[in-house]
């Protein structure tokens, strides 16, 4: 079973490793978003999200359900997903970046950053302290 928790560790690693490496990819698009912001015809892009959960880096790493009753994960996504929303301001010009928008979305990646970078840097702690190198 030890060699079991091990795993599923290695694999949250990978899974947050992965998450980082999406972040410094998205946050170089969304800088690229900001810098056109001002030329002529060009049309903001952005990245998908890698979906850690089945078949990604984590594979294996799942919510556990203690009880029948609880609400288990669906998969699918409810609510407003700001991703998908269509852009209606497009300038004479046709540049179609919006600057409040893309400064929201570049303050939450960077959040998001944090948060998994930290969360990574936790991890690692836990896994010397396994190994007698930690405190």
Known sequence: MAGNALGTGG?????LKTRMHY????????AENVANADSPGFRPADLKAPDIRRGGAAAGVTLAQTSA??????????????????????TPN??????????MKVAQNQGDFQLA??????????????????R
């Open 11 to 15: 694999n949250l690693m990978q899974a």
């Open 23 to 30: 972040h410094q990819s998205r946050q170089k698009v969304l």
């Open 69 to 90: 009753g609880h609400v288990g994960p669906s998969g699918q996504r409810g609510g407003f997903d700001p991703t998908g929303a269509r852009r209606f301001e497009i």
């Open 94 to 103: 046709g540049n179609a970046v919006n600057l409040e928008d893309e400064m």
């Open 117 to 134: 970078a930290s969360l990574y840097n936790k991890g690692l702690g836990l896994m010397k302290i396994a190994i007698g190198k930690g």
